[in-house]
């Protein structure tokens, strides 16, 4: 079965931090590159930061600096640590898996056939 359950989204104030934390099964997670991907009402779903299998690390030019993903692969968890947060930061946040053992493109949702149901971010200004 694939499952994916996000957790540690919230209201923050402008320059706060969060840590979104991704769940899932041995199964689900292990040996699949996994992203974080955004959506922000009325706005088309966008692509975050992303880790491979093998640890390598790809991150939207507007959350560089910002925004660390890792993984825990004995907790079979996805993280996204959010520090300096901004307005524009507000979405929804989603993480998701590609199929084992692939790589491919990293930045676009199609690529990602496995999705969590998604947790609220909002940032005040």
């Known amino acids: 079965q694939v499952q994916l359950v996000e957790s540690g989204g919230g209201l923050v104030q402008a320059g706060g931090s969060l840590r979104l934390s991704c769940a899932a099964s041995e199964l689900t997670y292990s040996n699949r590159g996994m992203g974080w991907f955004r959506q922000a009402p009325g706005k088309e779903r966008e692509f975050v930061a992303a880790i491979t299998w093998t640890g390598v690390i790809f991150y939207a030019d507007s959350v560089k600096a910002r925004f660390t993903i890792s993984r825990d692969n004995a907790k079979n968890t996805l993280y996204l640590q959010m520090n300096s947060l901004k307005p524009e930061d507000t979405a929804v946040y989603s993480c998701?898996?590609?199929?084992?053992?692939?790589?491919?493109?990293?930045?676009?949702?199609?690529?990602?056939?496995?999705w969590g149901q998604g947790t609220q971010v909002t940032v005040s200004s």
């Open positions: 998701a898996a590609k199929e084992k053992f692939k790589d491919g493109n990293y930045y676009s949702p199609p690529a990602y056939p496995y």
